[in-house]
């Protein structure tokens, strides 16, 4: 499974955007490119997927170039709430299932 | 919503035991999986099941056996524990499809071995 590459921390304040850029150069064409969202004590939580160009959700965009080379988790106007361990990750499907690999994340720290 | 229920939050045993594992979800997926999650090493899948009876390697399977005997069950099962277990565990499952359906993970068991 491709490798991803991302910050080790990043800081805002609240009600900021907060963009995060994962690459991931070895993507191969059958692999989505996924972002979970990780509070202490608790599991990693599915936050927004996406395969190429745009996708929204309520929560987040998620910006893909065309090479697919790297992708851009947007978080308008975060909050304190949104202090968190954003992990980026490729899936591949194989037969019905998709295997994941989680990398180090990115803790991103909120404050008012 | 899609709830997978892990057994224990918190578990302490000794060196030498069989320590089994459980997870549950509600959901009725085809797909579960186990993590480890250790400090500076992100989460590693240790085993997964695609179907009742059916299990493969992850990608640190040593140490460690799973049984999936029903569909909503997985459990994970260290045959004998040693201290480079102590670990938090992460039990996930999702339905089969081709579009890569997200998993969805339980909330952890922190195992100390000691």
């Known amino acids: 499974l491709a490798k991803t590459t991302q910050p080790i921390s990043m800081d805002s304040y609240e009600g900021q955007e907060v963009n995060i850029t994962c690459s991931h150069n070895?993507?191969?064409?059958?692999?989505?490119i996924t972002w979970y969202q990780q509070f202490p004590s608790q599991g990693p939580r599915f936050i927004i997927q996406g395969y190429k160009t745009k996708v929204t959700n309520e929560v987040a965009s998620l910006f893909i170039p065309a090479d697919r080379k790297s992708s851009t988790l947007s978080l308008p106007r975060v909050s304190l709430s949104d202090t968190a361990v954003y992990y980026c990750?490729?899936?591949?499907?194989?037969?019905?299932?998709?295997?994941?690999?989680f990398g180090k994340g990115t803790m991103l720290l909120v404050s008012p | 919503d899609v709830k997978v229920t892990q057994s224990s939050r918190y578990l302490v045993k000794r060196t030498g035991e069989k320590v089994f594992l459980e997870c549950v979800q509600d959901?009725?997926?085809?797909?579960m999986f186990w993590y480890r999650q250790d400090p500076g090493l992100g989460l590693r899948l240790i085993y997964f099941s695609y179907d009742v009876k059916m299990k493969e390697k992850g990608d640190i399977p040593e140490g460690y056996s799973v049984s999936r005997e029903k569909k909503e069950r997985f459990s994970l099962i260290l045959e004998s524990a040693s201290t480079n277990q102590t670990s938090m565990y992460l039990c996930?499952?999702?339905?089969?499809?081709?579009?890569?359906?997200?998993?969805?993970f339980g909330d952890g068991t922190r195992l100390s071995i000691l």
């Open positions: 990750l490729v899936a591949r499907t194989n037969s019905g299932y998709s295997t994941l690999t």
């Open positions: 070895n993507i191969a064409t059958n692999d989505y």
């Open positions: 959901m009725d997926h085809e797909n």
């Open positions: 996930a499952s999702s339905s089969p499809d081709s579009s890569n359906q997200p998993q969805h």
